[in-house]
């Protein structure tokens, strides 16, 4: 398996993304909940992508709801 991008979140804008894990990358954002780092791996298998949070698997089953999801946790920067 390729190494994974790592980036912090808001570091790339939602769509940069989206890109990525479109083209079979994996993206781990570290973002910051409760003053703990935490670690998030995004990732698309060509039909479902997922948010592989720290306490939960997450299942988006289109681009929008990614993009969504992407944007309302902060992952992404918007703009």
Known sequence: MS???V?????LGVE???EAIQSGERV???TEFLGSE???TL???GDIYYCDTP???HKHHSAEEMRACLRNQGYG???
Request: aromatic share 0%.
């Open 3 to 5: 190494e994974a991008l």
């Open 7 to 11: 980036v912090d979140a808001g570091e």
């Open 16 to 18: 940069e993304l989206l």
């Open 28 to 30: 781990v954002v570290r």
């Open 38 to 40: 935490h670690e998030v």
């Open 43 to 45: 990732r698309h298998d």
């Open 55 to 57: 306490t939960r698997l």
């Open 77 to 79: 920067r918007v703009g």
